[in-house]
T-cell receptor, first 114, second 116 residues
Framework: AQKVTQAQTEISVVEKEDVTLDCVYE???????LFWYKQPPSGELVFLIR??????QNEISGRYSWNFQKSTSSFNFTITASQVVDSAVYFC???????????FGSGTRLLVRP | DTGVSQDPRHKITKRGQNVTFRCDPI?????LYWYRQTLGQGPEFLTY????????KSRLLSDRFSAERPKGSFSTLEIQRTEQGDSAMYLC??????????????FGPGTRLTVT
């Protein structure tokens, strides 16, 4: 069975702090894909990144970076120098070769205080 | 480049009534997905289409739920004899089949259903 666990329900930081959102996944597929989505207060899910299981390179995009570690089945997301606009619920998701559906975690609510 | 659109954005209905939602995917996308999201939870998969073919349905999709994509473009999700437990945000997403580019799904704004 496929499963995504986001153990952090809510995180509160002060602006300019760095913050890491954890994601742990389970799958039996040999090829799979991991995603992060942002859901701001407006409600619409915004795609942030996709990572393939065969590509373990970490990625940086501006203030965002992602650390994919197959050995620990984790795909963590770090925001550097957080800003108030980063306040949102962040979802980690998984899909595999057996199905294109996304399996979402329960989300982490990030609150960045000024 | 327009995104995924959904109509209506909000729907309030009485228990036992039927409701229908519409989703228009990104124009060049041939895969279309329906999800349901309840408060404080991540979206849960309901069903997906590749062109007009419905290829997968979740066990969450009871007999009261039916989805169609008749011409491989827009899709409708109908709920018959609504129950209070159907109250949720219904999300539509689309993606491209081209595996050399994107497998990510792009979501619409959702239809919030309230059953009274």
């Amino acid at each position: 069975a496929q499963k995504v666990t986001q153990a952090q329900t809510e995180i509160s930081v002060v602006e300019k702090e760095d913050v890491t959102l954890d994601c742990v996944y389970e799958t039996r597929d040999t090829t799979y894909y991991l995603f992060w989505y942002k859901q701001p207060p407006s409600g619409e899910l915004v795609f942030l990144i996709r990572r393939n299981s065969f590509d373990e390179q970490n990625e940086i995009s501006g203030r965002y970076s992602w650390n994919f570690q197959k050995s620990t089945s984790s795909f963590n997301f770090t925001i550097t120098a957080s800003q108030v606009v980063d306040s949102a619920v962040y979802f980690c998701a998984l899909s595999g070769d057996s199905s294109y559906k996304l399996i979402f975690g329960s989300g982490t609510r990030l609150l960045v205080r000024p | 480049d327009t995104g995924v659109s959904q109509d209506p954005r909000h729907k309030i209905t009485k228990r036992g009534q039927n409701v229908t939602f519409r989703c228009d995917p990104i124009s060049e996308h041939n895969r279309l997905y329906w999800y349901r999201q309840t408060l404080g939870q991540g979206p849960e998969f309901l069903t997906y289409f590749q062109n007009e073919a419905q290829l997968e349905k979740s066990r969450l999709l009871s007999d009261r739920f039916s989805a169609e994509r008749p011409k491989g473009s827009f899709s409708t999700l109908e709920i018959q004899r609504t129950e209070q437990g159907d109250s949720a945000m219904y999300l539509c997403a689309s993606s491209s089949r081209d595996s050399s580019t994107n497998l990510e799904q792009y979501f619409g704004p959702g239809t919030r259903l309230t059953v009274t």
